[in-house]
């Protein structure tokens, strides 16, 4: 009776420790799992952070190449009414960290670049203004490197989107509130950077 007593108090001990030891492992993968989120969503905010800088310099450089060409075209109120209304709703979706609404508007703005060219075209004196071609720079800069900040955003956000969708990793996702970002994509007729080319 005893022998069978030592053994199963031996049994215990054994399962006890097997026990133990899994439950010490599930705290290891928890906790590395959370950490791993933690980072991958802090990749994504910090990938937008990049995107909203350089937005809301262009955002603030686009009023001047308004008015610039408004003042060699008089004629075109509603294309810059239009544009300002897409600016607007822009810098408020920025704002608001609105990542859709952003995209939307960026849509709606980068339709209309190509009719703000046309005008500049129209207009010959308008090419050779010298702050007309420091802002036309400036901005073919600033559209390069919103679409490589864009790419990287669009990277980190769908590598994040994967993770909280996969099993196990998933139950710990949705402990932490993890929801799934939204993509920064442009729709439209350009679904390239803005090209401005007055030359």
């Given at each position: 009776?005893?022998?069978?007593?030592?053994?199963?108090?031996?049994?215990?001990?054994?399962?006890?420790?097997?026990?133990?030891?899994?439950?010490?492992?599930?705290?290891?993968?928890?906790?590395?799992?959370?950490?791993?989120?933690?980072?991958?969503?802090?990749?994504?905010?910090?990938?937008?952070?990049?995107?909203?800088?350089?937005?809301?310099?262009?955002?603030?450089?686009?009023?001047?190449?308004?008015?610039?060409?408004?003042?060699?075209?008089?004629?075109?109120?509603?294309?810059?009414?239009?544009?300002?209304?897409?600016?607007?709703?822009?810098?408020?979706?920025l704002q608001n960290k609105d990542v859709?609404?952003?995209?939307?508007?960026?849509?709606?703005?980068?339709?209309?670049?190509?009719?703000?060219?046309?005008?500049?075209?129209?207009?010959?004196?308008?090419?050779?203004?010298?702050?007309?071609?420091?802002?036309?720079?400036?901005?073919?800069?600033?559209?390069?490197?919103?679409?490589?900040?864009?790419?990287?955003?669009?990277?980190?956000?769908?590598?994040?989107?994967?993770?909280?969708?996969?099993?196990?990793?998933?139950?710990?996702?949705?402990?932490?509130?993890?929801?799934?970002?939204?993509?920064?994509?442009?729709?439209?007729?350009?679904?390239?950077?803005?090209?401005?080319?007055?030359?």
């Amino acid at each position: 009776m005893e022998r069978l007593s030592a053994q199963f108090m031996d049994a215990i001990l054994i399962i006890g420790l097997i026990v133990g030891v899994l439950f010490l492992f599930f705290i290891f993968w928890f906790f590395s799992t959370w950490n791993r989120l933690v980072s991958l969503e802090e990749n994504v905010n910090q990938s937008w952070a990049n995107i909203d800088v350089l937005l809301k310099q262009r955002y603030d450089m686009l009023p001047n190449l308004e008015e610039i060409v408004k003042g060699y075209a008089k004629h075109e109120k509603d294309l810059f009414m239009e544009f300002a209304k897409a600016r607007q709703a822009a810098a408020g979706a920025l704002q608001n960290k609105d990542v859709k609404g952003v995209s939307a508007a960026e849509s709606m703005m980068s339709g209309m670049m190509p009719r703000i060219t046309a005008v500049a075209e129209a207009y010959p004196e308008l090419k050779t203004d010298g702050n007309f071609l420091n802002i036309q720079k400036e901005l073919v800069s600033l559209e390069n490197q919103v679409a490589d900040r864009r790419e990287m955003y669009n990277q980190t956000t769908t590598s994040f989107n994967k993770q909280i969708q996969m099993i196990p990793v998933t139950f710990v996702a949705s402990m932490k509130g993890c929801q799934r970002r939204d993509l920064f994509e442009v729709h439209g007729v350009e679904r390239e950077a803005v090209r401005l080319s007055f030359t």
